[in-house]
């Protein structure tokens, strides 16, 4: 099916195992969260190793509207599922397709979904969790027929998938991972040198607090502007590690900074490509 086929295709170009949640796509009303994919996080399930498949992708596709779907409840139902995956330490990479061509099924249907789409990703713009991911209007809007279906309207997804995954790999690769290393108890704030150092494309950093507070780590470019926030949640005691990766950034000096209610320290990074 889809997901599984995007599910292997993210994983070969990334080297990630990644759960691929596929919603709506080719006029489905939508998949059963609960029963498909919300039971195969718990103990037994599939993705029950969490830091294993530490990333989810959602495959959104819109045809027309079975029965009013796609509803604004639609949008409560996403924040719910969100919610839910970035509780277990999942991050989720959001994505979408749209079909809003003049020969598309229930137009006004499908901007209504992009729309939902929207507010629940500017509502977790500044989430370190949640990656907003593609909206592959354009791949699939096109005047060529290559990706089309037999009817000439429907996106044919199986000769367009190699295309969905070069597009959405850099925006899985760019999703931050963070570890607590186990067995060592800190007597004080500190942010250590990342390494290596220099680096292409990725590289590690590590912190520590030694009270539960809220964390911020952010990264800024020479010029002081804001490019990545890899942090941004309540963590406990504890040594910790971030994976940065820069794929998508230019070579130069960068600066990342922890911040915590009480503490707040700069340190200086060279990408080099």
Do not use: C
Not at 27 to 51: F, I, L, T, V
Not at 87 to 97: C, E, F, P, Q, R
Not at 157 to 172: C, K, T
Not at 233 to 251: M, R
């Amino acid at each position: 099916n889809i997901a599984h086929m995007l599910q292997t295709a993210l994983r070969i170009s990334t080297g990630k195992k990644i759960s691929v949640i596929n919603r709506g796509v080719n006029g489905s009303q939508h998949s059963d969260w609960y029963n498909d994919y919300h039971n195969e996080y718990m103990p037994g399930g599939r993705y029950a190793d969490h830091n294993a498949y530490s990333i989810a992708v959602f495959f959104f596709g819109a045809n027309n509207a079975h029965n009013g779907y796609p509803a604004a409840s639609f949008g409560n139902d996403m924040r719910s599922n969100i919610s839910f995956l970035n509780g277990l330490g999942v991050k989720v990479v959001y994505n979408s397709i749209h079909h809003t061509k003049e020969s598309f099924v229930d137009a006004g249907t499908q901007i209504a979904y992009r729309d939902i789409w929207n507010t629940v990703m500017n509502e977790n713009a500044a989430n370190p969790k949640v990656k907003r991911g593609l909206d592959l209007y354009s791949l699939f809007n096109s005047n060529e027929s290559r990706y089309l279906g037999a009817d000439k309207v429907h996106p044919d997804l199986s000769e367009g998938m190699n295309e969905v995954a070069r597009q959405l790999a850099p925006i899985v690769q760019t999703v931050t991972s963070v570890k607590k290393i186990q067995g060592f108890v800190p007597n004080s704030f500190e942010l250590y040198q990342n390494f290596p150092n220099p680096f292409n494309p990725s590289t590690s950093i590590r912190y520590s607090i030694n009270k539960a507070d809220f964390v911020s780590l952010t990264v800024y470019d020479m010029n002081g502007r804001e490019v990545n926030k890899l942090i941004s949640e309540n963590q406990g005691i504890g040594f910790y590690e971030v994976n940065f990766d820069a794929a998508n950034l230019a070579s130069g000096i960068y600066f990342y900074k922890l911040e915590t209610s009480g503490f707040s320290e700069v340190k200086k990074m060279s990408l080099v490509k």
